[in-house]
């Protein structure tokens, strides 16, 4: 039994090292100045204007411009909300409702 759960332990020793030279491989076929994206660089929870996007939108977009490829479907890379609240965000009162609505 000692033995079965060395052999285990091995095995998972392994897969973490060729897990490791997986990434470092690819880190130098990526050149310099890219960086390799691993699982904690994503974020935990789908931002909210994405998943409607994915789930709705894409959808419309594909009949709408009869795409027959998913793929060819445009896709969002960022999202930004620019919103001009300036003296409010420090003095608060209106300004900071305003930055309280769009947090949500």
């Known amino acids: 039994m000692a033995e079965q759960n060395k052999d285990k332990a091995a095995a998972a020793a392994k897969a973490k090292g ?39 939108i894409q959808g419309q977009l594909k009949t709408q411009f009869n795409y027959k490829n998913a793929m060819a479907v445009p896709k969002l890379e960022k999202i930004v909300i620019s919103m001009g609240v300036g003296k409010f965000a420090v003095e608060g009162g209106e300004g900071r409702a305003k930055i309280e609505k769009i947090e949500k």
């Open 18 to 56: 060729a897990a490791a030279q997986a990434k470092a491989r690819a880190a130098k076929n990526a050149g310099p100045g890219f960086k390799v994206a691993d699982e904690a660089s994503k974020p935990a929870v789908e931002p909210r204007l994405a998943k409607l996007y994915r789930e709705t």
